[in-house]
């Protein structure tokens, strides 16, 4: 199952993988079913609700909004990488997936998370610009420049991962197959395959400090203007109000990069195995659901654009 021989030598083939996810929590498997597709119906209505409310409202039409608008898509898309299969193997106990099938997970993830970098990285620089260069503000954030920098971010996250895919593709995988994950991640896949793996693991390093530390820099150096700035304005609700125009971002970069550095950046013992898969659920299931509850619930402009466009048309007890 899943295993064909070689046409050279005794070796044998994989063709597919088991998925292991929460295997050792069986007393659990329903109720994890129905937390997860809680999740990703909430995380689902949330950010398409989000998209829909930038484009049919035109008070939303400024860059910041047409940034978190993207946010929102590269979201749904993230969490469809991973969840639907995920409830489908809680639900049937079927958790084979077919060498192709990973690949492609492992693409697509890696490809949307790179990409977010970016596009955190693009909305904290408008922050920057909106509170530190005001009066340059509408200058620099024009709408062909927006285009370009959301466009650079989704460039730049295919490219890399398709290289390291490519890579990936050339290698054989001849048993175990059984990947210790939720989803088909690059370590716990590239470990199991019997072809030297060496060339795949130092370009994959490269590629995704190259292409995720400027982003993180950016983001990083972004809050440290913005913060100081802040810090300088003497009126207390001055002060309250600029922050609260950021707040909500900061909120999203800190659970993003919080527990991406714990997952990958961190030692990996196998006392800390399990740790590291709840925090992987945390930035692959949870976060994308909590993006559109926190700038929802933190945001006038979208609380009053969600009155217009939405709730007007729900009943009086419903609203």
Known sequence: MGIKKLEEGNQTSVTEFI??????????QILLFVLFLVIYIVTMVGNLLVVFLVVIDEHLHTPMYFFLGNLSCLETAYSSTILPRMLASLLTEDRAISLSGCITQLYFFGFLATTECYLLAVMSYDRYLAICKPLHYATLMRGRSCLLLVA????????????????????????????????????PLTKLSCSDTQVVVQVALTLSSVDTLPPFLITLTSYVYIITSILRIPSTT?????FSTCSSHLAVVAC???SL????VLPNPTTVKDLKKFFSVFYTILTPMFNPLIYTLRNREVHKALKKNVLKYLPPQAA
């Open 256 to 258: 993003f990069y919080g």
């Open 238 to 242: 001055g002060r309250q109000k600029a």
């Open 19 to 28: 998925i292991l996810g929460f295997r050792n929590l069986p007393e659990l």
């Open 261 to 264: 550095t714990i997952v990958y």
């Open 152 to 187: 650079v971010s989704w460039i730049s996250g295919s490219l890399p991962s398709a290289i390291i895919i490519g890579l990936i593709s050339q290698l054989t995988f001849c048993g175990p197959n059984h990947i210790d994950h939720f989803f088909c991640d690059f370590t």
